[in-house]
């Protein structure tokens, strides 16, 4: 197993691409702790790898919240009694709108959710990965945070600066053998688009623009395998590395 003995912690995991990936990791023998604000669905997940076989704790929390995050480390510890691997995936859309007509409520809701709440997760990751030298965070971007055309204004700034952190945290512990990795997917089957708002008519009209060059969509699984990779031994020399997952759109 490729995570044998590995604790993880994976946010927005009651769903999508985080379930996917708590349920992959499990699978490869990691103990996971499945986070989300939708207590519900996390326990779901959490009851679902119990029942295929493998170790894993439902805590509810929003990583937007610093208590929250506090909780979630100490409910990990507690459980694992240390940490090895940290998904950010937690994720919210904006409306598509430009920055014309962005909102002061949805640019800061939008940021808190995808970037900040990456920051303090990731602050406490460090925390515990410092003194045993060893550590791997990933976060979940989006091809909206290598391209202008994807989202709207709040959307895509929050993912350039998940990638903005990803780098400069992989270069400041690169020599404490602290790893962090960006995933950016493309368009992926997942039901992200709930938490979007009305969309706005024009910033809609101008992403639809970019529609036509995508092959299709990807499975939340696809997503998963690269995950896996990340966290494991096998990418010990990966670091500071954004990935692209997307079936070739922006190739194009």
């Not at 990691?30 to 997940?45: F, K, R, S, Y």
């Not at 900040?116 to 045993?132: N, Q």
């Amino acid at each position: 197993m490729r995570l044998a003995g590995k604790t993880a912690i994976v946010t927005g995991a009651a769903s999508g691409i985080g379930k996917a990936i708590a349920v992959l990791y499990a699978r490869e023998g990691a103990n996971v702790v499945v986070t989300d604000l939708n207590e519900e669905g996390a326990v779901q997940t959490a009851n679902e790898i119990a029942a295929a076989g493998g170790k894993a704790v439902a805590v509810r929390a929003n990583a937007a919240d610093q208590a929250d995050v506090d909780r979630l480390f100490d409910e990990t510890v507690k459980a694992y009694g240390t940490l090895d691997v940290l998904v950010n995936n937690a994720g919210i859309m904006d409306n598509f709108a430009p920055v014309g007509d962005v909102t002061d409520e949805l640019w800061d809701r939008v940021l808190a959710v995808n970037t900040t709440a990456v920051m303090r997760t990731s602050r406490k990751a460090v925390e515990l990965f410092l003194p045993k030298g060893s550590g791997s965070i990933i976060n979940v971007s989006s091809i909206g945070g290598l391209n202008g055309g994807r989202a709207g204004a709040a959307y895509t700034t929050s993912k350039f600066a998940v990638i903005g952190l990803t780098l400069n945290t992989a270069f400041m512990y690169a020599q404490k053998g602290i790893r962090c990795n960006a995933i950016a997917p493309g368009a992926v089957e997942t039901n992200i688009g709930a938490s979007m708002s009305q969309p706005n008519p024009f910033g809609y009209s101008r992403m639809q623009l970019t529609l036509p060059l995508n092959p299709r969509a990807g499975k939340p699984e696809e997503i998963a395998g690269l995950a896996l990779f990340l966290a494991s031994d096998e990418s010990r020399y990966v670091n500071g590395a954004v990935i692209t997952v997307d079936g070739g759109w922006t190739s194009a």
